[in-house]
């Protein structure tokens, strides 16, 4: 008796979910939710086909050095590479002199404590040290840009979709809305101290536009710096400064590869050789 009250108790509750999930379903088939602004007017990044990406890509120093360059000029000033010592620059072509040069004279210094004081002080960098952050705290880096907090960009490439693409697009994506987009939503709008940008989530971004005019950054090697390749630099370097062990983990991979074929192919040879006879 109890097992068939419990039967048609199970029987009837597995019915009125079945039933709820029929009239969701054909809710969502007669009245499908609106579109959003974001779902219509969101773009994606067209692919900047960087020398490091695909199965067998590989830093261009040069280009990653120029991208270092406009992060030291444009971007450090409100982003921090928490996760990246000065002295990693050596990965990317530059020599120790160079390196203690960049650290001692770099606009931020790391924070301290003066030894015969107890007080909070500052020293120079040195190349074992991370970047240090613009700001001493989340608290102070909001006051200071409109209450939005500027994320560390150490592995943004790997915290975004599309990383290198989505940067490349987002710096250089600011522009007005379009007239389309006024028509169709009319009550949208970018708030006083937002900027519109198709390539970021909600549309409104809070980053002024970091690279206003080609020129911005000189680069030392002479390369024309006009926004795109401004853009395109700065993504190859924070694409390395979130997987700086890449060209060895391609080198890996294919020397791995290369292995198992011919593994494959002799252990082919060995069974073709030990079951010959009985074969035949």
Not at 66 to 74: D, H, P, T
Not at 150 to 176: C, F, M, Q, W
């Amino acid at each position: 008796m109890v097992r068939t009250i419990s039967t048609l108790i199970g029987a009837a509750f597995v019915f009125v979910l079945a039933l709820a999930l029929f009239g969701t379903v054909k809710t969502a088939i007669q009245e499908p939710a609106a579109e959003t602004v974001e779902q219509v007017f969101h773009q994606h990044p067209a692919d900047i086909d960087l020398p490091s990406a695909g199965l067998f890509g590989k830093f261009d120093n040069r280009q990653v050095q120029r991208g270092f360059q406009v992060f030291k000029e444009v971007c450090s000033a409100c982003h921090s590479l928490k996760y990246v010592t000065f002295r990693d620059l050596a990965k990317i072509g530059y020599t120790d002199p160079e390196i203690k040069a960049i650290a001692s004279q770099w606009v931020i210094e790391q924070p301290s404590v003066n030894p015969d004081t107890g007080e909070p002080a500052t020293r120079k960098n040195s190349p074992s040290d991370r970047f240090p952050s613009p700001f001493a705290n989340d608290v102070a880096a909001r006051a200071a840009n409109n209450n939005a907090l500027p994320p560390d960009l150490s592995l943004i490439t790997k915290a975004r979709e599309d990383g290198p693409n989505y940067v490349h697009a987002l710096i250089t994506g600011y522009g007005t809305a379009p007239a389309a987009l006024k028509k169709e939503f009319p009550t949208f709008s970018t708030p006083p101290g937002l900027h519109y940008n198709p390539y970021f989530a909600n549309l409104n971004i809070a980053m002024p536009p970091p690279l206003t005019a080609d020129g911005q950054v000189t680069y030392t090697d002479g390369t024309a710096a006009t926004k795109d390749q401004m853009a395109r630099d700065v993504s190859a370097f924070l694409t390395w400064t979130a997987e700086p062990n890449l060209d060895a983990r391609h080198a890996a991979g294919i020397a791995a590869i290369i292995f198992i074929l011919i593994f494959v192919f002799l252990a082919w040879g060995a069974y073709q050789n030990v079951w010959r006879d009985i074969k035949h």
